[in-house]
């Protein structure tokens, strides 16, 4: 039996951005219809906040640091973690806050539009030069696959469920 590869770093991050795109289509659903609880949109929330959480840092830690060193656009990566900071600070506010609150939904949106956003750039730009670059993909998809399944047991996904990261 043939053993899968395991996927490169850009294509690590792209499954991602597949995962929480079809996340925050689902929230948008959620919150349009009157179909959902409050429980139902803060556990879809609190499942898009992690799988962001965790996605940022493995950008932060392993892959941007390493595109630093091989391509020559220092400006697309600092607008990426510029855009992270943004991320996250709307992550805090959804975190920290109630669906019964007046901008729950709005925060939410928000955080959707900021993430396409940067998915876009990620994958029309940075991507690109970073395939074209010399940086192993195959070894740093490999060290970031290792640093996403402690990821999960740091932030309480446990391995099996239905969480995607």
């Known amino acids: 039996m043939a053993t899968r590869k395991p996927p490169d770093a850009v294509q690590l991050l792209m499954q991602d951005h597949r995962e929480v795109e079809q996340l925050f289509d ?4 959620l919150a349009e219809s009157d179909d959902g609880s409050d429980e ?3 556990n879809l929330a609190q499942q898009i906040c992690t799988m962001l959480q965790a996605h940022t840092t493995l950008e932060e830690e392993i892959f ?13 990566l600092d607008e ?3 855009e992270h900071a943004s991320a ?14 007046a901008l729950y939904d709005a925060r939410v949106q928000v955080l959707g539009e900021y993430v396409q956003h940067h998915v876009k750039e990620e994958e029309k730009e940075l991507f690109p030069k970073v395939k074209k670059s010399e940086l192993d993909l195959a070894a740093l998809g490999s060290e970031m696959l290792d640093r996403q399944q402690s990821l999960k047991v740091e ?4 391995e099996g469920t239905e969480a995607p990261l």
């Open 88 to 101: 996250k600070d709307l992550i805090a506010l959804i975190m920290g806050s109630s669906p019964d609150e």
């Open 26 to 29: 689902a929230y948008g659903k």
């Open 155 to 158: 932030l309480g996904l446990a």
């Open 80 to 82: 990426a973690e510029v």
């Open 64 to 76: 941007y640091p390493a595109v630093r060193d091989a391509i020559d656009e220092q400006d697309l």
């Open 40 to 42: 139902d949109k803060r």
